[in-house]
């Protein structure tokens, strides 16, 4: 995709702009500052740790700080700065105080909504609606413009198969295919069609790349994995983000085989610029090149600029290595002037795109206050949080309740909170605007339905129970409603778990509520898959409520009341045991797949099969799948099949149906997962309704990476599986002959 953002005006304008600019000017526009941060890395900080400045104080040198250097030309980006008065305020001084005039860009993380939260991507991803998650993107873009951001970090879009690593929360998933397809409708929702629209943001594919894969599922660890899987199942997702026209890529923290990705020369130039062919810039993420020093890369902070800078890495997020460390290697010829140059081309062909020479104040204060939190803002949070939760039980139909009851007992420490279930990264977002489970019930339930609350136990201390009230409310209640999980910083960045299970006396608490013999529905609050084995085995229902945002209690009741039949599958396999991970449903074949046999791959204590499986979700009505087709049985290479299958509503509610369809390479020159997701449809069928669903698969996608790392479709058998689940599906296969 070369001739994304490059215009042959812009182009001439950067170049001139280039020939005036000083050298401090080049490196300023390669610097991100954070504000009250930035400081941290001036005398400032240290007065105000000794006492010798109030905070106050700070904050006004601090604001000085960087109001000077915005002033002085040397700074190009800001993170952090929110509202549009603060935005335009620095915007003035940069376009009408600085020598060249040249615009800031504002970045934020801008993750899962601004003001209107969304559920955390993990959930979004569940619902497997594209157009839904574009939509959401949209929202998050316009509500930031209108406080002044024009640049969000996201969408993260690295695979991790490993629930450990806290930061699942923020990604799409374990599956390459699906990862994909949600990276183009979060690139086109944030970003739209045309980047000059002042209600559309800058997106940015991160952590470039690896991150997800780090070892043991800890943050910052190191990653080695082989070339083939590199390319077959963490790029794909960053060259869908490039395809669908992102304008920033994010270094990642983790190194790759031995080399850090921030100053990667192979990363950043060869896989990002000349294999994808990215044209936007590359911000490192925060810290991360200094940390080069740390992970025994370079020898000091200068080396590491240089190494980073070289490799392609062209804007520092918020350390201030290159301001520093850059000026005297260019002047002394280490850094050739050229290498400087194209980092600086690249941060101003963005802000050309962007508009931002031509309109530097996008936004203003009465344009944020009509947008944040729209009513249609709100009323989407809700859409996209009933279709993101996953129904993962429902013995003897218990879901969906009845409205007119006589006492709903509502147990646990999540039922009655709000900051938590905004989920990670919402630095943006006020719990005050978050509907509780609790309030989401009570504004359910029929007018003679009691509903009764205790919270039972703290998520996390194990000092803070109260299960003998939880017990006397559940008493004599129709049915017992338990929202329990973890709280939202046991997930997202550097949040990894050694456990999985439900934290503190959570599982206490259920088992004692279970002991009353009342219908148990437990809603589960996470950022993450989690080991709930006696859950599985002892809940009446199981309604995966992930962390959804400002409208969670509502959606939450909408799906335990009927008004919405759930349709959400999981994104992510969870495990039975922790000692299973990773475990992920794509896993390449062994010699000796687990079996009742002793000699075969699996444990000896424990289950081989993961709790749920990917792609697994129920719904209130049932679908049978018949009448599988395929367009021949046989295809060249460049032949594309289709395949077709009918599905059928088999219960009595209308209801939404994830048609998945799954490959496998039977016999190839290198070991191929069992199956792999190459195709979903989401369908909506009224009862005893019908559909035929069809999918189109192109063999050239259906190669893969041989020993030499050349892409190769290979002539043979391949299994299709279409279904309602990775477990699940009516079976086919197809040769692909050669021509
Ligand atoms: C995270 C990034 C984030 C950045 C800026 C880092 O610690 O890894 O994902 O965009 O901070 O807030």
Not at 208 to 234: C, K, W
Not at 621 to 636: A, C, I
Not at 703 to 712: A, I, K, Q, S
């Amino acid at each position: 995709m070369k001739e994304h953002f490059i215009n042959e005006s812009y182009e001439k304008k950067i170049n001139e702009l280039i020939n005036q600019m000083t050298l401090e000017e080049k490196i300023g526009q390669l610097i991100q500052i954070v504000p009250s941060l930035f400081g941290a890395f001036d005398e400032t900080i240290a007065k105000l740790i000794n006492g010798e400045i109030s905070y106050d104080e700070f904050q006004k040198l601090d604001r000085n700080y960087h109001e000077d250097k915005i002033r002085g030309g040397v700074l190009g980006s800001m993170g952090g700065v929110t509202g549009a008065e603060t935005s335009n305020r620095l915007q003035k001084i940069a376009v009408e105080e600085s020598r060249l005039g040249i615009p800031l860009i504002f970045g934020l993380d801008v993750i899962h909504g601004y003001k209107t939260i969304f559920p955390i991507p993990l959930a979004e991803a569940c619902s497997w609606d594209l157009e839904w998650m574009e939509k959401t993107a949209e929202i998050a873009a316009k509500e930031a413009a209108a406080a002044g951001i024009h640049w969000t970090f996201a969408p993260m879009v690295d695979i991790s198969r490993d629930p450990r690593w806290g930061r699942v929360a923020e990604g799409s998933g374990e599956d390459t295919y699906l990862s994909s397809e949600i990276a183009t409708a979060r690139v086109k929702g944030f970003q739209g069609e045309d980047l000059t629209d002042a209600q559309r943001i800058l997106a940015c594919a991160k952590h470039f790349i690896g991150y997800g894969g780090a070892v043991g599922g800890r943050d910052y660890n190191t990653v080695d994995m082989s070339p083939q899987t590199l390319h077959e199942v963490y790029l794909p997702p960053f060259e869908a983000a490039t395809n669908a026209g992102v304008g920033t890529f994010m270094s990642a923290f983790n190194d790759l085989n031995g080399v850090p990705c921030t100053a990667s020369r192979y990363i950043l130039t060869y896989l990002l610029r000349d294999k994808l062919g990215f044209n936007g810039f590359v911000v490192s993420d925060a810290n991360s090149i200094a940390e080069c020093v740390e992970h025994g890369y370079s020898r000091d902070r200068k080396e590491a600029s240089r190494k980073a800078l070289l490799a392609g890495l062209d804007m520092d997020m918020s350390q201030g290595t290159y301001l520093q460390d850059l000026p005297e290697q260019v002047e002394n010829g280490d850094i050739p002037e050229a290498s400087l140059d194209e980092a600086v081309r690249r941060v101003l062909r963005m802000k050309f795109n962007l508009g931002l020479f031509d309109n530097p104040y996008r936004t203003n204060q009465e344009i944020e206050k009509k947008s944040l939190l729209a009513p249609e803002h709100v009323q989407a949070a809700r859409e996209m949080a009933k279709r993101s939760i996953v129904l993962l039980k429902n013995e003897h139909n218990t879901l969906p309740l009845k409205k007119k009851l006589n006492k709903v007992a509502v147990i646990g420490p999540l039922a009655d909170n709000q900051r938590e279930l905004l989920g990670t990264w919402a630095v943006t977002g006020d719990p005050n605007d978050v509907t509780t489970v609790l309030s989401g019930i009570e504004g359910a339930v029929h007018a003679d339905t009691e509903v009764a609350y205790s919270k039972g136990c703290d998520v996390s201390d194990k000092e803070e129970t109260d299960i003998d009230t939880a017990l006397k409310v559940a008493s004599d209640s129709d049915v017992i409603i338990a929202v329990v999980g973890e709280n939202s910083d046991m997930s997202g960045e550097a949040s990894s778990r050694m456990e999985l299970d439900l934290p503190g006396r959570q599982e206490e608490l259920l088992k004692a509520l279970h002991q009353t013999g009342k219908p148990l529905v437990v809603v589960l609050i996470n950022g993450r898959p989690l080991t709930i084995p006696w859950v599985a085995a002892h809940a009446d229902a199981i309604v995966e409520a992930w962390q959804l945002g400002i409208q969670s209690g509502n959606a939450i009741a909408d799906v335990l009341f009927g008004d919405y039949n759930p349709s959400g599958k999981l994104a992510a396999t969870f495990p039975y045991s922790v000692g299973q991970v990773p475990i992920y449903y794509n896993h390449p074949r062994t010699g000796r797949p687990a079996s009742e046999v002793k000699f075969t791959s699996k444990y000896i204590d424990g289950p081989h099969e993961p709790l749920y499986p990917f792609g697994f979700g129920l719904s209130y009505t049932t679908f049978e799948y018949g009448n599988l087709n395929l367009s021949s049985s046989e295809f060249t290479k460049n032949e594309k099949a289709i395949i077709s299958v009918d599905v059928t509503n088999s219960g009595n509610q209308s209801g939404e149906e994830i048609v998945q369809l799954y490959i496998a390479d039977v016999i190839a020159s290198r070991v191929r997962p069992v199956k792999e997701l190459r195709g979903f449809k989401k369908i909506m069928l009224q009862p005893g309704e019908c559909k035929s669903v069809k999918f189109e698969l192109e063999m050239q996608d259906l190669g893969f990476y041989n020993e030499e790392m050349d892409y190769v479709i290979e002539p043979g058998l391949f299994k299709l599986y279409v279904g309602p689940n990775s477990k699940e599906g009516l079976e086919g296969e197809f040769n692909i002959i050669k021509q």
